[in-house]
């Protein structure tokens, strides 16, 4: 009996960091300072770098990240934002939460994002943005995206908690727009906790919302905005600075583990398209099927873990009753038959082809 591929294995992929990660926890420690301090600098300098933005502003979470964003651009009450309808429900949160209406579109079915033919029929005159979500880890088609937020006015913020490193044509996400991201422990970079971060290349935004993160506040009891607690933790940051000298090994590993699924999997199986034009780091790598949820039962009993993202599109949630309307097809479609095969860190090109040999005979 073969041992079981675990869809995941968190404890053993942060084992390969167990050193670097305690001596960055004695640092911490030692230096006396636990909020907003060289650390979080730090790694606001380095990640901005990473993305190859001017500015990053370290935040508790990636939901945070995207509110702050939007109570950044201060958009008035019941202003629309173009959301695609395939996404995590946080996206969607994030608009309601800053009493705004998303307005939901369709993805491709062939790439799983916002379809950009779409966007322009859903604009109105009460639209205030475009929130692109790169989702899986692949980037949206962001020069259609641009030239419709060029030809509207419009500012563009990118969801990238999916997407650390991913580009389109050698530019990565978070550097198109605003980008929002998610060091949830799962993903690509994975903090050992909540955490998330901004990029941005404007001076305004960036002062703003390191003010809002911190009870809108520059100088230290001054209040200028109706500020939130929402800082990065300083030992999370020192965390996040260890892992993200490892992304692009990371990213390298999992594009590795991409392709020996891409090349092997027969027909059957609808893969994720690769395209010269995109550069994926697959925090997911998903195929569809017609019989989903049969072959996720086929393949546990075979010994292999795998995960729905998601079972439930947004708009079919009980908490977006009366508040989302409409029928999303497409989005649905994927929903029903998406399934997530384990490519992690801690997956070898073995456990991907034992996994193909056993895919390929159902
Ligand atoms: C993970 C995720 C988020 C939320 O990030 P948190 O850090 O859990 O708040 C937002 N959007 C997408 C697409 C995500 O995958």
């Given amino acids: ?16 960091f167990q050193d670097d990660y305690l001596r960055a926890f004695k640092e911490v420690i030692d ?63 994030s608009i309601l939460h800053c009493n705004l209406i998303p307005r939901l579109v369709e993805p491709e079915l062939e790439t799983y994002n916002i379809n950009p033919s779409l966007i322009e029929e859903n604009i109105t005159k009460k639209t205030k943005a475009i929130l ?36 389109f044509r050698d530019k990565k996400v978070g550097s198109f727009g ?4 998610s060091f949830y422990p799962t993903k ?16 305004d ?6 003010a809002l993160r911190n009870y809108g506040s520059t100088t230290k009891y001054q209040n200028e905005y109706i500020g939130y607690n929402s800082r990065l933790d300083e030992l999370q940051a020192a965390f996040l600075l260890v892992k993200l000298k490892y992304l692009s090994e990371i990213i390298i590993h999992k594009r590795k583990l991409a392709a020996i699924y891409l090349s092997s999997l027969k ?23 017609p019989r989903r949820d049969q072959l996720k039962k086929y393949l546990l009993k075979c ?25 999303y097809p497409i989005s649905e479609e994927i929903h029903q038959t998406t399934l997530s095969l384990p490519i992690s860190f801690g997956h070898t090109e073995n456990d991907v082809l034992r996994l193909t040999e056993v895919l390929n005979k159902f």
């Fill in 132 to 167: 692109a979500v790169h989702l899986y880890g692949k980037s949206c088609n962001m020069e259609a995206i641009m030239n419709i937020a060029y030809t509207y006015q419009l500012p563009v913020i990118e969801d990238c908690a999916q997407a650390h490193g991913a580009k």
């Fill in 31 to 93: 230096s006396g300072w636990y909020i907003l301090g060289d650390k979080v600098k730090t790694f606001e300098t380095e990640f901005a770098d990473f993305i190859e933005t001017k500015y990053s502003i370290g935040v508790a979470s990636g939901l945070d990240a995207l509110i702050l964003i939007l109570k950044g651009f201060d958009f008035p009450v019941g202003s629309e934002i173009i959301v695609p309808s395939n996404t995590y429900i946080a996206t969607i949160l």
């Fill in 267 to 289: 027909q059957d199986f609808i893969c994720p398209i690769a395209d010269e034009d995109y550069f994926d780091v697959y925090h997911i790598f998903n195929i569809r099927h």
């Fill in 303 to 327: 010994g292999i873990e795998t995960e729905i993202h998601y079972p439930i599109p947004p708009h079919k949630q009980t908490a977006m009753q009366g508040i989302i309307e409409g029928t």
């Fill in 1 to 16: 009996m073969n041992p079981i591929i675990e869809y995941e294995n968190l404890k053993n992929t942060n084992k390969n």
């Fill in 205 to 210: 935004l960036l002062q703003k919302i390191r």
């Fill in 178 to 181: 605003v980008g929002a991201f």
């Fill in 188 to 203: 690509n970079l994975g903090a050992l906790g909540d955490a998330g971060a901004i990029t941005t290349n404007s001076n």
